[in-house]
């Protein structure tokens, strides 16, 4: 009976071709939710949303990508995150966005940690990494759709610079802030402060 095994280098390339479709079915699905954001209305009486549940799902593979890449992940939230009102799928999204970026935009021996807290009115998410930073003349453009601080054609980054701009309109739709305060060669904390469910319903009563 023959060996019906593929050769080692074959089942590379496999594995090279299913992850690039991968990443290319995720790109399609962002454009096309980015696009259908555009023309949505604020988030409003939509479902209740528990950051402690959709972390660790949404951090699953962040250590192991970020240890590839020689980059240190930490991680920690207060256990008694009060629920929020949004779109869950967004949220989860966005926070993946910071991540990825926070990890790619860094360098071997740098450090990635996010954290969730909350006070009487909000919860807030930051990420924060000691990668290659943003220039301040760049903090503006950087939330807009396809952008990326370098634009050369041999940029050594990869990627469409849509992240920054769907984790804007996230926020944007869920009436919550985005703040980025980031220093050249020192790294970023990007930040997302939503109202937590209580907030929100006085809000809409107001």
């Known amino acids: 009976q023959s060996d019906q095994r593929l050769p080692v ?15 290319l079915l995720s790109l399609v699905n962002d454009i096309l939710d980015f696009t259908q954001m555009l023309t949505d209305e604020p988030v409003r009486h939509h479902n209740l949303v528990y950051l402690t549940d959709i972390i660790p799902i949404t951090l699953g593979n962040a250590k192991q990508n970020a240890a590839l890449a020689g980059v240190t ?7 008694d995150l009060p629920a929020i009102l949004g779109d869950n799928k967004r949220i989860s999204r966005a926070l993946a966005h910071l991540v990825d970026n926070a990890i790619k935009f860094n360098s071997p021996g740098g450090a ?8 009487q009115q909000n919860v807030v998410i930051d990420v924060s990494d000691t990668g290659i930073g943003i220039p301040a003349t760049a903090l503006a453009a950087i939330r ?16 469409t610079g849509l992240g920054l701009a769907y984790v804007a309109r996230v926020a ?6 985005f703040e ?6 020192k ?6 402060v939503f109202a937590s469910m209580e907030m929100s319903q006085a809000l809409e009563v107001a």
Do not use: K, M
Not at 9 to 23: K, P, Q
Not at 146 to 159: A, H, M, N, P, T
Not at 187 to 192: E, L, P, Q, S, V
């Open 144 to 159: 807009e759709s396809f952008s990326q601080c370098d634009l050369r054609l041999d940029r050594r980054y990869e990627g």
């Open 180 to 185: 980025i305060v980031s220093e050249p060669a």
């Open 172 to 177: 944007d739709l869920h009436g919550a802030t």
């Open 112 to 119: 990635v940690l996010v954290t969730a807290c909350h006070d």
């Open 9 to 23: 280098d074959c089942t590379d390339h496999a594995s090279e071709i299913l992850s690039s479709g991968n990443r």
């Open 73 to 79: 992940f930490a991680q920690s939230w207060s256990e």
């Open 187 to 192: 790294g970023t904390r990007a930040r997302i």
